[in-house]
């Protein structure tokens, strides 16, 4: 502590504020983080539900079409 010129009360002060400000400004990063992870995850089960749904209507659509088809087929 002889490099520092300032009382050693004083010292202990800021380095306790200044940790305590590290350990918060930390928490929070880690409470955004956890947010935007919880985030994603949801919205890639919402595109893998509605790609899933978009699977099945063209499935859907091709079967109709190819009905269609089949029927005019046997209609000559």
Same mark, same amino acid.
């Given at each position: =502590? ?6 050693? /009360? ?9 940790? &305590?400000?590290? @350990?918060?400004?930390?928490? &929070? @990063? ?11 995850? %949801?919205? /890639? ?5 509605? @790609?899933?749904?978009? =699977? ?13 088809? %089949?029927?005019? @087929?046997?209609? =000559?």
């Amino acid at each position: =502590m002889n490099e520092f010129k300032s009382p050693v /009360s004083r010292l202990a002060r800021l380095f306790r504020l200044s940790r &305590d400000n590290w @350990k918060e400004k930390a928490l &929070d @990063k880690q409470e955004r983080l956890r947010a935007l992870e919880i985030k994603v995850r %949801d919205l /890639s089960l919402s595109r893998e539900n509605w @790609k899933k749904r978009a =699977m099945e209507a063209e499935n859907q659509l091709r079967s109709k079409a190819t009905q269609s088809v %089949d029927g005019q @087929k046997k209609g =000559m």
